[in-house]
């Protein structure tokens, strides 16, 4: 079920457009609003969970599949995946979602 106040349920059910680079039954993957790389994406399950540990294995399987798939065709110098989850870790949307960074030597350790 969606969120009400849920931006990323917004974006799921197309109340909020943007420009998808890739979408299925079960996923969406968009540009991030505030990139952080020359390449920031990020992909969301359409069904609404809060953080990972909220949503079954096959639903982090498939996105975390689909996340390499686009890594590997959009970004062949590589790239990172990045679940920010928590206060600490950084997550300010309260939906799943996977970043998908890319263009540029990303660092390490991230801050
Ligand atoms: P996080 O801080 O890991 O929860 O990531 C949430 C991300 O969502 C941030 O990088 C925001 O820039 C991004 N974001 C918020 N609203 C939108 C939007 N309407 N379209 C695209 N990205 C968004
Ligand atoms: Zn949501």
Redesign the pocket.
């Given at each position: 079920m969606p969120e009400p106040e849920c931006?990323f349920c917004k974006?799921a059910q197309h109340q909020?457009p943007?420009k998808a680079v890739h979408e299925d039954d079960h996923s969406i993957c968009?540009?991030?609003?505030?990139a952080?790389a020359p390449t920031?994406l990020?992909l969301i399950p359409k069904e609404h969970y809060p953080n990972a540990a909220a949503a079954p294995a096959d639903v982090l399987g498939h996105l975390l599949k689909q996340a390499a798939t686009l890594g590997e065709g959009l970004l062949p110098q590589g790239y990172r995946v990045?679940v920010?989850t928590g206060d600490d870790?950084?997550?300010?949307?309260?939906h799943l979602?996977l970043?998908i960074l890319g263009g540029r030597p990303m660092h390490w350790p991230p801050g």
């Open positions: 931006i974006i909020i943007v968009f540009p991030d609003i505030d952080q920031h990020l990045v920010n870790g950084g997550q300010t949307v309260h979602h970043h």
